[in-house]
Protein backbone atom coordinates (compact mmCIF):
# COMPACT_ATOMS: atom_id res chain seq x y z
CA UNK A 1 0.00 0.00 0.00
CA UNK A 2 1.36 3.60 -0.58
CA UNK A 3 1.58 5.63 2.38
CA UNK A 4 -0.59 9.18 1.51
CA UNK A 5 3.53 10.55 1.97
CA UNK A 6 4.67 8.90 -1.23
CA UNK A 7 1.50 9.49 -3.42
CA UNK A 8 2.33 13.08 -3.07
CA UNK A 9 5.59 13.04 -4.85
CA UNK A 10 4.67 14.20 -8.06
CA UNK A 11 6.45 11.69 -10.80
CA UNK A 12 8.81 13.25 -12.89
CA UNK A 13 9.98 15.66 -10.06
CA UNK A 14 13.00 15.75 -8.01
CA UNK A 15 13.32 12.88 -4.62
CA UNK A 16 14.80 15.41 -2.40
CA UNK A 17 15.37 15.44 0.92
CA UNK A 18 15.70 19.33 2.87
CA UNK A 19 17.26 17.98 5.93
CA UNK A 20 20.43 16.11 4.34
CA UNK A 21 20.47 16.44 0.63
CA UNK A 22 21.52 13.81 -1.18
CA UNK A 23 22.57 13.89 -5.24
CA UNK A 24 19.89 15.46 -7.56
CA UNK A 25 17.89 12.10 -9.10
CA UNK A 26 15.80 12.52 -12.03
CA UNK A 27 13.31 9.81 -11.90
CA UNK A 28 11.68 10.51 -15.82
CA UNK A 29 13.67 13.22 -17.07
CA UNK A 30 11.94 14.79 -20.35
CA UNK A 31 13.97 13.52 -23.00
CA UNK A 32 16.61 15.35 -24.82
CA UNK A 33 15.40 15.19 -28.14
CA UNK A 34 11.98 16.11 -30.46
CA UNK A 35 9.37 13.13 -30.43
CA UNK A 36 9.98 13.31 -34.25
CA UNK A 37 13.18 11.31 -33.05
CA UNK A 38 11.86 8.50 -32.07
CA UNK A 39 10.47 8.01 -35.69
CA UNK A 40 13.72 9.08 -37.27
CA UNK A 41 15.57 6.32 -35.18
CA UNK A 42 13.38 3.59 -36.54
CA UNK A 43 13.37 4.74 -39.83
CA UNK A 44 16.71 4.81 -40.29
CA UNK A 45 17.93 2.14 -38.43
CA UNK A 46 19.85 -0.36 -40.28
CA UNK A 47 18.00 -3.27 -39.07
CA UNK A 48 14.32 -3.97 -40.53
CA UNK A 49 11.56 -2.91 -37.83
CA UNK A 50 8.20 -4.37 -38.29
CA UNK A 51 5.98 -3.40 -34.84
CA UNK A 52 2.06 -4.55 -35.06
CA UNK A 53 -0.70 -3.14 -32.60
CA UNK A 54 -2.79 -6.05 -30.53
CA UNK A 55 -4.82 -5.25 -32.59
CA UNK A 56 -3.59 -6.35 -35.38
CA UNK A 57 -2.64 -2.89 -37.12
CA UNK A 58 0.88 -1.73 -38.38
CA UNK A 59 2.28 0.41 -36.22
CA UNK A 60 5.54 0.54 -37.58
CA UNK A 61 7.57 -0.50 -40.15
CA UNK A 62 10.61 1.19 -41.18
CA UNK A 63 12.51 1.57 -44.99
CA UNK A 64 14.73 -1.58 -44.35
CA UNK A 65 11.82 -3.61 -43.82
CA UNK A 66 9.94 -2.35 -47.01
CA UNK A 67 12.91 -3.35 -49.06
CA UNK A 68 13.61 -6.88 -47.12
CA UNK A 69 10.07 -7.81 -48.02
CA UNK A 70 10.42 -6.03 -51.59
CA UNK A 71 7.20 -3.81 -51.03
CA UNK A 72 7.07 0.55 -51.60
CA UNK A 73 6.79 2.44 -48.31
CA UNK A 74 3.36 4.08 -48.09
CA UNK A 75 2.94 5.95 -45.47
CA UNK A 76 -1.06 4.91 -45.30
CA UNK A 77 -0.05 1.57 -44.50
CA UNK A 78 0.62 2.87 -40.66
CA UNK A 79 -2.45 1.27 -39.13
CA UNK A 80 -3.75 -0.74 -42.15
CA UNK A 81 -4.09 -4.07 -40.77
CA UNK A 82 -1.13 -6.37 -41.51
CA UNK A 83 -2.96 -9.09 -42.95
CA UNK A 84 -3.65 -6.58 -45.92
CA UNK A 85 0.05 -5.12 -45.99
CA UNK A 86 1.95 -8.48 -46.07
CA UNK A 87 -0.79 -10.39 -48.20
CA UNK A 88 1.92 -11.53 -49.99
CA UNK A 89 4.10 -12.39 -47.78
CA UNK A 90 2.50 -15.49 -45.95
CA UNK A 91 5.80 -16.65 -44.04
CA UNK A 92 6.26 -13.25 -42.33
CA UNK A 93 2.17 -12.85 -41.38
CA UNK A 94 2.60 -16.45 -39.83
CA UNK A 95 5.82 -15.20 -37.75
CA UNK A 96 3.96 -12.09 -36.60
CA UNK A 97 0.57 -13.75 -35.51
CA UNK A 98 3.03 -16.09 -33.66
CA UNK A 99 3.58 -13.22 -31.08
CA UNK A 100 0.08 -13.21 -29.55
CA UNK A 101 0.12 -16.92 -29.63
CA UNK A 102 3.66 -18.65 -28.75
CA UNK A 103 4.93 -18.62 -25.41
CA UNK A 104 8.23 -18.91 -26.56
CA UNK A 105 9.09 -16.17 -29.15
CA UNK A 106 11.72 -17.14 -32.04
CA UNK A 107 14.99 -15.31 -31.12
CA UNK A 108 18.02 -15.31 -33.58
CA UNK A 109 15.89 -17.22 -35.84
CA UNK A 110 15.92 -17.28 -40.05
CA UNK A 111 13.88 -17.52 -42.58
CA UNK A 112 13.83 -17.60 -46.64
CA UNK A 113 11.45 -14.71 -47.65
CA UNK A 114 9.94 -16.70 -50.89
CA UNK A 115 8.43 -13.63 -52.46
CA UNK A 116 12.03 -11.80 -52.64
CA UNK A 117 14.02 -14.86 -51.90
CA UNK A 118 16.15 -13.07 -49.56
CA UNK A 119 17.45 -15.27 -46.12
CA UNK A 120 16.31 -12.95 -42.99
CA UNK A 121 16.82 -13.38 -39.46
CA UNK A 122 14.75 -12.19 -37.51
CA UNK A 123 13.91 -12.11 -33.62
CA UNK A 124 10.24 -11.23 -32.21
CA UNK A 125 9.20 -9.35 -28.80
CA UNK A 126 6.21 -8.59 -27.42
CA UNK A 127 4.86 -5.25 -26.54
CA UNK A 128 3.87 -4.68 -22.92
CA UNK A 129 2.57 -1.81 -21.44
CA UNK A 130 3.93 -0.86 -17.52
CA UNK A 131 1.12 -3.47 -16.27
CA UNK A 132 2.18 -6.23 -18.38
CA UNK A 133 -0.50 -6.07 -21.11
CA UNK A 134 0.70 -7.36 -24.40
CA UNK A 135 -0.05 -3.96 -26.28
CA UNK A 136 1.59 -5.16 -29.39
CA UNK A 137 4.07 -7.13 -31.10
CA UNK A 138 7.66 -6.41 -32.82
CA UNK A 139 10.01 -7.84 -35.47
CA UNK A 140 13.41 -7.21 -35.55
CA UNK A 141 15.02 -8.44 -39.17
CA UNK A 142 17.99 -8.50 -40.99
CA UNK A 143 19.06 -9.20 -44.66
CA UNK A 144 21.14 -12.29 -44.60
CA UNK A 145 21.67 -13.13 -47.98
CA UNK A 146 25.29 -11.26 -48.35
CA UNK A 147 26.46 -13.42 -45.39
CA UNK A 148 24.77 -16.46 -46.89
CA UNK A 149 26.44 -16.23 -50.25
CA UNK A 150 29.76 -15.41 -47.78
CA UNK A 151 29.41 -18.69 -45.94
CA UNK A 152 28.51 -20.72 -49.07
CA UNK A 153 31.66 -19.70 -50.96
CA UNK A 154 33.45 -20.23 -47.86
CA UNK A 155 32.64 -24.00 -47.81
CA UNK A 156 33.32 -23.89 -51.20
CA UNK A 157 36.86 -23.04 -50.39
CA UNK A 158 37.09 -25.99 -47.84
CA UNK A 159 35.82 -28.37 -50.56
CA UNK A 160 38.00 -27.21 -53.39
CA UNK A 161 40.90 -27.38 -50.49
CA UNK A 162 40.61 -31.10 -50.10
CA UNK A 163 40.21 -31.69 -53.67
CA UNK A 164 42.95 -29.45 -54.70
CA UNK A 165 45.00 -31.30 -52.74
CA UNK A 166 44.12 -34.70 -54.60
CA UNK A 167 43.93 -33.52 -57.57
CA UNK A 168 47.73 -31.93 -57.24
CA UNK A 169 48.95 -34.86 -56.11
CA UNK A 170 47.63 -36.84 -59.21
CA UNK A 171 48.71 -34.14 -61.88
CA UNK A 172 52.07 -34.35 -60.44
CA UNK A 173 52.53 -37.71 -60.89
CA UNK A 174 50.92 -37.74 -64.29
CA UNK A 175 53.12 -34.98 -65.92
CA UNK A 176 56.83 -36.41 -65.67
CA UNK A 177 55.31 -39.63 -67.48
CA UNK A 178 53.57 -37.89 -69.82
CA UNK A 179 56.56 -35.52 -70.77
CA UNK A 180 58.38 -39.10 -71.23
CA UNK A 181 55.96 -40.35 -73.84
CA UNK A 182 56.16 -37.45 -76.03
CA UNK A 183 59.96 -37.20 -76.23
CA UNK A 184 60.04 -41.05 -76.49
CA UNK A 185 57.23 -40.80 -78.99
CA UNK A 186 59.42 -37.90 -81.01
CA UNK A 187 62.49 -39.97 -80.82
CA UNK A 188 60.74 -42.78 -82.32
CA UNK A 189 59.28 -41.12 -85.01
CA UNK A 190 62.85 -40.02 -86.59
CA UNK A 191 64.65 -43.20 -86.29
CA UNK A 192 61.35 -44.43 -88.63
CA UNK A 193 60.98 -41.85 -91.13
CA UNK A 194 60.15 -44.15 -93.90
CA UNK A 195 57.53 -46.03 -92.39
CA UNK A 196 54.11 -44.16 -93.10
CA UNK A 197 51.92 -45.79 -90.67
CA UNK A 198 54.45 -45.47 -88.49
CA UNK A 199 54.52 -41.75 -88.59
CA UNK A 200 50.89 -41.41 -88.48
CA UNK A 201 50.51 -43.38 -85.06
CA UNK A 202 53.39 -41.79 -83.59
CA UNK A 203 52.11 -38.52 -84.45
CA UNK A 204 48.51 -38.98 -82.94
CA UNK A 205 50.41 -40.26 -80.03
CA UNK A 206 52.33 -36.93 -79.61
CA UNK A 207 48.88 -34.89 -80.02
CA UNK A 208 47.21 -36.90 -77.21
CA UNK A 209 49.95 -36.73 -75.09
CA UNK A 210 49.96 -32.61 -75.60
CA UNK A 211 46.68 -32.30 -74.83
CA UNK A 212 46.76 -34.56 -71.49
CA UNK A 213 49.88 -32.40 -70.73
CA UNK A 214 47.54 -29.01 -71.13
CA UNK A 215 45.03 -30.62 -69.24
CA UNK A 216 47.63 -31.30 -66.37
CA UNK A 217 48.92 -27.86 -66.24
CA UNK A 218 44.84 -26.76 -66.41
CA UNK A 219 44.51 -28.79 -63.18
CA UNK A 220 47.71 -27.62 -61.60
CA UNK A 221 46.74 -23.90 -62.36
CA UNK A 222 43.83 -24.36 -60.73
CA UNK A 223 44.43 -26.37 -57.61
CA UNK A 224 47.71 -23.64 -56.83
CA UNK A 225 46.51 -21.40 -54.28
CA UNK A 226 46.23 -17.80 -55.59
CA UNK A 227 48.61 -14.81 -54.55
CA UNK A 228 47.58 -12.02 -56.37
CA UNK A 229 50.08 -9.05 -57.38
CA UNK A 230 47.79 -6.31 -57.07
CA UNK A 231 47.95 -3.30 -58.91
CA UNK A 232 46.17 -0.78 -60.96
CA UNK A 233 44.45 -2.78 -63.65
CA UNK A 234 42.48 -1.55 -66.95
CA UNK A 235 39.89 -3.61 -67.82
CA UNK A 236 39.21 -3.03 -71.19
CA UNK A 237 42.89 -3.63 -71.37
CA UNK A 238 42.71 -6.81 -69.39
CA UNK A 239 39.49 -7.88 -71.93
CA UNK A 240 41.55 -6.77 -75.11
CA UNK A 241 44.85 -9.25 -74.04
CA UNK A 242 41.98 -12.18 -73.18
CA UNK A 243 40.72 -11.48 -76.90
CA UNK A 244 44.08 -12.50 -78.33
CA UNK A 245 44.98 -15.11 -75.51
CA UNK A 246 41.41 -16.62 -75.96
CA UNK A 247 41.89 -16.87 -80.25
CA UNK A 248 45.43 -18.46 -79.94
CA UNK A 249 43.56 -21.40 -77.93
CA UNK A 250 40.87 -21.48 -80.11
CA UNK A 251 39.84 -20.17 -83.42
CA UNK A 252 37.09 -18.29 -83.17
CA UNK A 253 35.95 -18.34 -86.83
CA UNK A 254 33.36 -15.98 -88.52
CA UNK A 255 32.85 -15.12 -84.47
CA UNK A 256 32.13 -11.63 -84.27
CA UNK A 257 33.41 -9.78 -81.16
CA UNK A 258 32.38 -6.52 -79.82
CA UNK A 259 33.48 -4.47 -76.81
CA UNK A 260 31.92 -1.61 -75.58
CA UNK A 261 33.54 0.13 -72.54
CA UNK A 262 32.30 3.72 -71.13
CA UNK A 263 36.12 6.02 -71.56
CA UNK A 264 35.62 6.70 -67.59
CA UNK A 265 35.43 3.78 -66.47
CA UNK A 266 37.67 3.39 -63.32
CA UNK A 267 40.31 1.32 -63.02
CA UNK A 268 40.56 -1.58 -59.86
CA UNK A 269 42.80 -2.77 -57.91
CA UNK A 270 43.42 -6.45 -59.12
CA UNK A 271 45.82 -8.49 -60.67
CA UNK A 272 45.77 -7.73 -64.08
CA UNK A 273 46.86 -11.84 -65.71
CA UNK A 274 44.67 -13.32 -63.13
CA UNK A 275 41.67 -11.28 -64.55
CA UNK A 276 43.05 -11.71 -68.06
CA UNK A 277 42.49 -15.21 -67.24
CA UNK A 278 38.62 -14.83 -66.30
CA UNK A 279 38.29 -13.38 -69.93
CA UNK A 280 40.26 -15.64 -71.77
CA UNK A 281 38.36 -18.93 -70.71
CA UNK A 282 34.84 -16.68 -70.47
CA UNK A 283 35.86 -16.38 -74.62
CA UNK A 284 37.17 -19.84 -75.19
CA UNK A 285 33.92 -20.64 -73.78
CA UNK A 286 31.98 -18.58 -76.15
CA UNK A 287 33.93 -19.80 -79.11
CA UNK A 288 33.44 -23.41 -78.46
CA UNK A 289 29.73 -22.90 -77.77
CA UNK A 290 28.99 -21.10 -81.12
CA UNK A 291 31.52 -23.15 -83.57
CA UNK A 292 32.62 -20.73 -85.79
CA UNK A 293 29.72 -18.48 -86.02
CA UNK A 294 27.61 -15.34 -83.94
CA UNK A 295 28.65 -12.41 -81.97
CA UNK A 296 29.97 -12.34 -78.60
CA UNK A 297 29.47 -8.71 -77.19
CA UNK A 298 31.70 -7.63 -73.81
CA UNK A 299 30.15 -4.44 -72.01
CA UNK A 300 31.33 -2.59 -68.80
CA UNK A 301 29.36 -0.84 -66.39
CA UNK A 302 29.98 1.33 -63.21
CA UNK A 303 27.39 0.11 -60.47
CA UNK A 304 26.68 2.36 -57.45
CA UNK A 305 28.89 1.85 -54.57
CA UNK A 306 27.24 -1.06 -52.46
CA UNK A 307 27.76 -2.52 -48.63
CA UNK A 308 31.12 -4.64 -48.74
CA UNK A 309 31.16 -7.07 -46.03
CA UNK A 310 34.45 -7.09 -44.51
CA UNK A 311 36.72 -8.36 -41.66
CA UNK A 312 34.74 -8.34 -38.85
CA UNK A 313 31.60 -5.92 -38.02
CA UNK A 314 33.17 -3.47 -40.10
CA UNK A 315 31.70 -2.35 -42.96
CA UNK A 316 32.89 -0.33 -46.16
CA UNK A 317 30.87 0.82 -49.47
CA UNK A 318 32.89 0.05 -52.42
CA UNK A 319 32.00 1.58 -56.21
CA UNK A 320 31.76 -2.15 -58.35
CA UNK A 321 32.83 -2.73 -62.12
CA UNK A 322 30.00 -5.24 -63.74
CA UNK A 323 31.67 -6.65 -66.99
CA UNK A 324 28.95 -8.93 -69.38
CA UNK A 325 30.10 -11.22 -71.80
CA UNK A 326 27.19 -12.49 -73.94
CA UNK A 327 27.23 -14.78 -77.17
CA UNK A 328 24.53 -15.65 -79.33
CA UNK A 329 25.26 -19.42 -78.91
CA UNK A 330 22.92 -22.21 -78.08
CA UNK A 331 22.60 -21.27 -74.28
CA UNK A 332 22.99 -23.11 -71.26
CA UNK A 333 20.24 -26.00 -70.14
CA UNK A 334 19.23 -25.68 -66.68
CA UNK A 335 20.14 -28.76 -65.43
CA UNK A 336 24.18 -27.30 -66.56
CA UNK A 337 23.88 -24.01 -64.68
CA UNK A 338 23.91 -25.69 -61.43
CA UNK A 339 26.85 -27.61 -62.10
CA UNK A 340 28.86 -25.48 -64.81
CA UNK A 341 31.27 -23.52 -62.30
CA UNK A 342 32.31 -27.06 -60.51
CA UNK A 343 35.75 -28.80 -61.19
CA UNK A 344 36.01 -31.15 -63.65
CA UNK A 345 32.20 -30.98 -64.69
CA UNK A 346 32.21 -30.78 -68.82
CA UNK A 347 29.87 -31.56 -71.43
CA UNK A 348 32.76 -31.42 -74.29
CA UNK A 349 34.59 -35.06 -75.20
CA UNK A 350 37.97 -33.06 -74.95
CA UNK A 351 36.99 -30.29 -71.97
CA UNK A 352 38.87 -30.33 -68.28
CA UNK A 353 35.65 -28.50 -66.87
CA UNK A 354 38.22 -26.36 -65.06
CA UNK A 355 37.82 -23.44 -67.22
CA UNK A 356 34.37 -21.95 -65.02
CA UNK A 357 35.68 -23.13 -61.56
CA UNK A 358 39.03 -21.10 -62.39
CA UNK A 359 37.42 -18.26 -63.96
CA UNK A 360 34.87 -18.50 -59.98
CA UNK A 361 38.01 -18.59 -57.94
CA UNK A 362 39.71 -15.42 -59.38
CA UNK A 363 36.74 -13.33 -58.96
CA UNK A 364 36.32 -14.78 -55.46
CA UNK A 365 39.72 -13.87 -54.98
CA UNK A 366 38.85 -10.42 -55.82
CA UNK A 367 36.11 -10.60 -54.09
CA UNK A 368 33.70 -9.92 -56.46
CA UNK A 369 30.56 -12.44 -58.35
CA UNK A 370 29.77 -14.22 -61.31
CA UNK A 371 26.40 -15.24 -62.74
CA UNK A 372 25.12 -16.79 -65.60
CA UNK A 373 21.86 -16.38 -67.31
CA UNK A 374 20.27 -16.34 -70.83
CA UNK A 375 21.84 -13.17 -73.07
CA UNK A 376 19.65 -10.84 -74.81
CA UNK A 377 20.96 -12.88 -77.64
CA UNK A 378 19.51 -15.94 -77.06
CA UNK A 379 23.02 -17.37 -75.99
CA UNK A 380 25.08 -17.25 -72.23
CA UNK A 381 25.51 -14.18 -70.53
CA UNK A 382 28.30 -14.02 -67.70
CA UNK A 383 28.28 -11.25 -65.50
CA UNK A 384 30.96 -10.75 -63.19
CA UNK A 385 30.92 -7.84 -60.24
CA UNK A 386 33.97 -6.45 -59.20
CA UNK A 387 34.75 -4.02 -56.34
CA UNK A 388 36.65 -1.20 -57.50
CA UNK A 389 39.06 -1.98 -54.32
CA UNK A 390 38.41 -5.60 -52.79
CA UNK A 391 38.82 -6.31 -49.19
CA UNK A 392 42.57 -7.89 -49.84
CA UNK A 393 43.53 -3.66 -49.94
CA UNK A 394 41.60 -2.31 -47.49
CA UNK A 395 43.01 -4.20 -44.62
CA UNK A 396 46.67 -4.43 -46.09
N1 LIG B 1 29.24 -19.74 -73.32
C1 LIG B 1 28.72 -20.94 -73.02
N2 LIG B 1 27.57 -21.38 -73.64
C2 LIG B 1 27.06 -22.58 -73.34
N3 LIG B 1 27.57 -23.42 -72.41
C3 LIG B 1 28.68 -23.06 -71.76
C4 LIG B 1 29.30 -21.81 -72.02
N4 LIG B 1 30.38 -21.70 -71.21
C5 LIG B 1 30.43 -22.83 -70.49
N5 LIG B 1 29.42 -23.67 -70.83
C6 LIG B 1 29.13 -24.99 -70.23
O1 LIG B 1 29.85 -25.12 -69.01
C7 LIG B 1 30.69 -26.28 -69.04
C8 LIG B 1 31.92 -26.04 -68.20
O2 LIG B 1 32.79 -25.06 -68.80
P1 LIG B 1 34.32 -25.03 -68.41
O3 LIG B 1 34.42 -25.04 -66.92
O4 LIG B 1 34.98 -23.92 -69.14
O5 LIG B 1 34.87 -26.43 -68.89
P2 LIG B 1 35.10 -26.96 -70.39
O6 LIG B 1 35.13 -25.77 -71.30
O7 LIG B 1 36.41 -27.65 -70.31
O8 LIG B 1 33.96 -27.88 -70.65
C9 LIG B 1 30.94 -26.50 -70.51
O9 LIG B 1 31.28 -27.86 -70.77
C10 LIG B 1 29.61 -26.12 -71.13
O10 LIG B 1 28.67 -27.16 -71.01
MG1 LIG C 1 36.20 -24.06 -70.95
New binding site residues.
Given amino acids: MATAKSRKAAPGRLAQKTANPEPRVYVSAPPPVAPSFYHDLVWNLRNGVLAVTESGQIAVMNDVAYRIFGLTPRESDIGRPYSAVLKDLPDVMRIVAGAFELSHLPNRAELRVKRTNKVIGYTLSQVRDTRGRITGATLFIKDLTRVEQLEERERLRDRLAALGEMAAAIAHEVKNPLAGIEVMAGLLKRQLLDNQDAQSILKDIIKEAKMANAIVVEVLDFVRPIRLQVEDSRLDEVVRDAMAMAESHRNRGQVEVSMSFPDDLPGIQGDPHQLRQIFT??L???F??MNGAGQVSISAAQLPAEEEVAVGSDVKAVPMIQVEVS?S????PPE?IDK??SPF????PQ???????I?RKIVDAHDGRIDVSAGPQG??R?RIILPVTGNHELFR
Fill in positions: NLTNAEADGPGVVMFFTTKGSGLGLAVGAF
